[in-house]
């Protein structure tokens, strides 16, 4: 769905997207590197259930929220990719921290 | 004639209500709001129901809250049958926590306090920390106990005013946003408000203002004595349901975010946020439930609070002006189903109201106490 305009680079990083394995440039944004990847929902909203993808891209709308490394409602398009990234679905509200 | 019966001077919750049942008992209706950049409680608050604690030191305030609240269930319900919008009105009961003894015997004395000045209409329980806890696992051991009524609950109040709007929409109310008042004249048999709109004429008028009722009641021969108050809020990420009822402090909305709050200042007309109290409110919150500790928060504001000297609501027709009032209050969440029912009903006239006039701004005369 989406191709990037430019190239920033040759390095890559490998990111584990709904448990799958990816390759991406290094140096962009996780919500960059889901739609790169074809991904079609970034998360579940809480209230309706609907599906959603990344909207500005800059911050603003919290419709890019995701679990990054185990920790929920991430804003994806704040987080560069780093090496071995795990990033799931956010699906609806977040479970309760556990304590400690 | 008149092009209308009221003019409504402000379009927050105290505004709306009024202007809503006023058009619902069939009276022409203008309301004139501020702009964006008014300063508005209504759009700041915590979203309580709230009646344990208030009106200690005023017991016409102890029954007047207790009556709005019972009127809650029916108010809400005639306002989304009519609207069909949703206020997320739940009256699950509410919770004060106390930390150590002396808040908790403070409590207890309190609640007694209103309780007699309701004639036992007022119905509470202490609850000890075992108690509370079976209600709501997720409380820390530093909580000693609390306070609970039955009558207490919360909603949405962003969506309470979305529906009042509409509500007022739905009864032919005319609003008018971003309005700069110059000049009301008080004329026989009514009212001329010179607003950015034009001039305006009603037979009476309301004063719903907020802050801005000082000025505006210097117009029309009364003195509204208006305190300001900042009250700051965080707000949480959505979180699964842990908070099945409204704390004073920590309440979890319908759609899981949390609301953590609580905080006075005196800083004037500023409704800017400040570390110092965000800390002072996380810390306490955090205090009672552990668990928020590892919440994101994803934003916070500041909103001021309208208050008068003894805290307590002004319901005032002007001697100087008759057909001239002023709503004052800062609990629009609460007495909206008191405001559209019997507060329009006595500022329609068709109704006495000895509980309301007790709160005429007679009280803050000296020559009174």
Redesign the interface.
Known sequence: MFRRIEDIGSDTVTLWIDKREFQVPAGISVAAAVLLCGFDKVRDT??SGSPRLPYCMMGIC?DCLMCIDGV??QQACQVEVRHNMTIDYQR??????Q?E | MAEYDYIIVGGGLVGSSIAYGLARQKHRVAVLDGGDRSFRASRGNFGLVWVQGKGANFAPYARLTGRAADLWPQFTEQLTGETGVGTDYQRSGGMHFCLDEQEWEERVEEMETIRAHTGDAFDYEMLNHDQVKQQIP?ISDRVLGASYSAQDGHVNPLYLLQALQQGMDHHGVRYLPNQVIDKIEARQGGFRVHASEGVIAAGKIVLCAGLGNRPLGEMLGMDIPVVVDRGQIMIT??????LNLPTLHVRQTA??TVQIGYSHEDVGLDDGTSPTELIKIAHRAVTMF??L????L?RAWGALRIMTPDGNPIYQQSTQCPGAFTVTCHSGVTLAAMHAGPVAEWIAGSLEQDLINKFSTDRFDVSQN
Not at chain 1, 92 to 97: D, H, I, N, S, T
Not at chain 2, 237 to 242: A, G, H, K, V
Request: avoid cysteine.
């Open positions: 809480p209230v919290f929920p409602n609806g509200a977040a479970e309760l921290p304590q | 997720q990420e959505r979180l699964q349901p842990f759609e899981g552990p668990l500790q590892r919440v994101q994803v």
